[in-house]
Antibody
Framework: EVQLVETGGGLVRPGSSLKLSCATS????????MNWVRQAPGKGLEWVAL??????????NYAESVKGRFTISRDDSKSRVYLQMNTLRDQDTATYYC?????WGQGVMVTVSS | DIQMTQSPSFLSASVGDRVTINCKAS??????LNWYQQKLGEAPKRLIY???NLQTGIPSRFSGSGSGTDYTLTISSLQPEDFATYFC?????????FGSGTKLEIK
């Protein structure tokens, strides 16, 4: 059974940092491209970032709204993907989902507020 | 960036109705179009991938079609559990982009 479990969310002040983690199981993580997608309260879905596999040199792509502030990474030995979020803004407040597009985690809430 | 224009934003329908939801891309997305269903408080669930491929476990009343810039999700006979919000996603090129969503409500 495919499972994705996000952790690391919370309430933080504007300008601060937070690192999300997504633990996966039930599929061959090392050759799977992984994404982070977010959803602000009551709003639609926004794709945030993707990291490709080792065969694609772990290339990463980002939404313009997070480029330069967020970094996606992965640890194939642990079947985990991460999202390092720096210089957080109020508008980054959202539920963050880890996903391989066909399967999604349950999401983790990040609230940025003073 | 590719813009995804989804319509309608709201749809009111009855159990047993046939409904269609549309997504129009601002450029050719080569059929790299997924459809998702999301219920309140839950993660999205993929229904259709790459335009017309039914996700395992999804009822056959859901179907997808399209090509180029125009794509459609069809629910052939609405069931009570289908009342939810639906999103399209283009994954042809970066940044991936979602449609704005269609909220399907009971008439």
């Amino acid at each position: 059974e495919v499972q994705l479990v996000e952790t690391g969310g919370g309430l933080v002040r504007p300008g601060s940092s937070l690192k999300l983690s997504c633990a996966t199981s039930g599929f061959t993580f090392s050759n799977t491209w992984m994404n982070w997608v977010r959803q602000a309260p009551g709003k639609g879905l926004e794709w945030v970032a993707l990291i490709k596999d080792k065969y694609s040199n772990y290339e990463a792509n980002y939404a313009e709204s997070v480029k330069g502030r967020f970094t996606i990474s992965r640890d194939d030995s642990k079947s985990r993907v991460y999202l390092q979020m720096n210089t957080l803004r109020d508008q980054d407040t959202a539920t963050y989902y880890c996903t391989r597009l066909g399967y999604w985690g349950q999401g983790v809430m990040v609230t940025v507020s003073s | 960036d590719i813009q995804m224009t989804q319509s309608p934003s709201f749809l009111s329908a009855s159990v047993g109705d046939r409904v269609t939801i549309n997504c129009k891309a601002s450029q050719n997305i080569n059929k790299y179009l997924n459809w998702y269903q999301q219920k309140l408080g839950e993660a999205p669930k993929r229904l259709i991938y790459n335009t017309n491929n039914l996700q395992t476990g999804i009822p056959s009343r859901f179907s997808g079609s399209g090509s180029g810039t125009d794509y459609t999700l069809t629910i052939s006979s609405l069931q009570p559990e289908d009342f939810a919000t639906y999103f399209c996603l283009q994954h042809n090129s970066f940044p991936f982009t979602f449609g704005s969503g269609t909220k399907l409500e009971i008439k």
